[in-house]
């Protein structure tokens, strides 16, 4: 038995807290009557359904995937593009992408159908870092990088302190390759930041997500988190 708002925040209809307020709204059915007190606990056979749309339990699943370039972090696109879960066919939970990469970045993609797990990585104020691999144009150096550890601001967006490394330069093709570990989620963030430093990115993959790695993925393939690994991005996230 679950409590009532954790089933609709794993169906991905809500956040936990929303979903207590759907059920004080009187928009919550179980069984076909209507709920309003919280507390109130489901079996995986009674039927629930909010504002008349029935949702489906499913068990958790979370999985780590190595995005391509070329792939949209979406469950469907009208253009008819390749999508991220087009890779997951096997695979009969509903899914979907835990924050976003862009379409040109590679790299490490959680995907999950937990609604409540998803909103606890991607809310800033919970500072699950993410490590970044860049390939810049111009030569970095500690003095031209130093603005990360400070925080920055590009066009009207203000982004917290990071941490970096400069893992190589070639001074033969004014180029640079930097990892760089933030914690917050802003829209094409990791570019941003660098264009503000007169670094436009080249090419960029996320390497890391909290403790976890790529491993031995390759393109286009996902592996299952262990229940180890699920409960330890919830620690990080508290």
Known sequence: MERLQKVIAHAGVASRRKAEQLILDGKVKVNGQTVTTLGVKVSA?????????????????????????????????DKGRAVVTDYFTDVAQRIYPVGRLDYDTS????????????????????EVEKTYVAKVKGLADSKKLYPLTKGLRYEKVTYAPARYEILSTNQ???????????????????????KALDLPVMKLKREGYGDLTLGNLRPGQYRPLTNKEVKHLLHLSK
């Not at 749309?53 to 972090?73: L, W």
């Not at 790299?107 to 919970?126: E, I, M, S, V």
């Not at 093709?173 to 914690?183: A, C, D, F, Q, R």
């Open 107 to 126: 790299g490490l993609l959680l995907l999950t159908n937990d609604g409540q797990f998803a909103q606890r990585l991607t809310h800033p104020k919970h």
């Open 45 to 77: 056979t009674d039927e629930v359904s909010v504002d008349d749309v029935p949702i489906y339990q499913e068990e958790p699943v979370y999985y780590m995937f190595y995005k391509p370039r070329g792939v949209i972090t979406a469950v469907e696109d």
């Open 172 to 194: 033969s093709n004014g180029t640079s390759i930097v990892k760089l570990m933030i914690h917050e989620g802003k829209n094409h963030q990791v570019k941003n930041m660098f």
